[in-house]
């Protein structure tokens, strides 16, 4: 499988969910062997943090990147897992703030805004990463696992029923599925219970019934537009995975198996699989 870039530039603006501030970004194409990398364009210098794990430097509520200088840039995983899930290795995304803006909290607006303008196939070979053995990490109760198998699947369970929410597993296998209609629509979640806690940490002080689906504690939806899916929050968590995994820079071929597990769990799992010798 060849690498691919974006055919030409996109543009978007939007509000990040954290910060509450309006800001915009510039996704442009990129050579062979780029990768993903974000440059801070309200920053003088030092300011290009490349999508990489090891330059995760936060994991509570989003995935945030810093370069060794300190510039940041947070909630990268919705477009991260946008650009793996169409499969493009190579793009140089501009952002003039620390945040990527939430939009409608989910993947569609930029899986729309960067098919509009189409994806061009480079001449080098994909970077393939290949499980050959397992790797597991957790947390308590929430685990994730990496294992042998000749395609990439991610198979997550979740357990909400504490917050009135029935769960079922959910599975997702890449080049058989369709990101785009099976993953990208699922938005961003949140529990009415938890909302005074997260708003006096200082966090999601842009969220909005436009971008989070809030449930109340009989697990039902506060928002006045319905589910996009009757299980939207699983099919998020599943789209959460891809950004995060996007971030071994590699396409990975093997079986991700999950518990509960979020950003931080993604990260360790990074960590430890590309920590090992084989
Ligand atoms: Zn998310």
Known sequence: MLQKTIASSVSLEGIGVHNGKTCCIKILPAPEDHGIIFARTDLDG??????NYKNVSGT?????LSNEFGASVSVVEHLCAALYGLGVSNALV?????EIPILDGSSEIFVREIMSVGLKEQSKAQKILKIEETVRV?????WSSLSPADRFEINLSCDFTKKGLKTTPFSYVFFQDDFSRK????RTFGFLEDVEYIRKNNFASGSSLENTVVFDSQGCVINESPLRFENEPIRHKILDIIGDLSLSQYLIIGRY??????HELNNMLLKKLLGHKS
């Not at 509570?60 to 945030?64: G, I, K, Q």
């Not at 501009?94 to 620390?98: C, Y």
């Not at 957790?138 to 929430?142: I, L, P, Q, S, V």
């Not at 198996?257 to 979020?262: A, N, T, V, W, Y």
């Open 46 to 51: 030092n300011n290009i943090i490349p999508a």
């Open 60 to 64: 509570t509520m989003c995935t945030m």
């Open 94 to 98: 501009n952002v003039d703030g620390n």
């Open 138 to 142: 957790e947390n308590g109760k929430k």
């Open 183 to 186: 993953i990208a629509p699922a």
């Open 257 to 262: 198996d999950g518990f509960c597990s979020g």
